[in-house]
């Protein structure tokens, strides 16, 4: 069997007051690389290794620019969101269990970003073909 990878931003949160306190551009904003919607899509394969490029150019789908969102065309995914993204990633890849026991599918796990005062949130899926 075959197994793909479905990643979608299913949220973006923003901590201004954080940001104002602790960064040091105080009005950073909202996470830059990516946008709620973005849809990506991950193989490993005899012709495709997504996982190994950290995601460059796995996005299908967003509301943006490609060329600005990270895992488009021009740029990997962020380092603080491959960080938390990319354990669930290969497992998947490998056909194994993303989350049994935590969340309702075993195929599927919520997870975000370390970035504190603006973390994005990612709803990650294994995608099983036969």
């Given amino acids: 069997m075959a197994y793909r990878i479905k990643v ?28 709620v919607g973005d849809e990506f899509i ?15 150019n796995t996005l299908v789908k967003t509301k943006g620019d490609p060329n600005t969102i990270a895992g488009g065309p021009q740029m990997p995914h962020c380092s603080e969101a491959w960080d938390a ?16 026991g935590w969340m309702k599918e075993e195929n599927t796990m919520i997870t975000c970003c370390s970035d504190g005062t603006r973390p994005v949130i990612f709803k990650i899926e294994r995608l099983d073909e036969a």
């Fill in 85 to 100: 993204i990319s354990r669930y990633i290969y497992t998947g890849l490998q056909g194994g269990s993303i989350m049994r």
């Fill in 8 to 35: 979608t931003v299913i949220d973006k949160k923003l901590y201004p007051e954080l940001q104002r306190q602790y960064c040091a551009d105080p009005n950073a904003g909202p996470c830059p690389c990516y946008n």
């Fill in 42 to 56: 991950f193989a490993r394969d005899d012709s495709r290794d997504d996982f190994w490029h950290m995601g460059l």
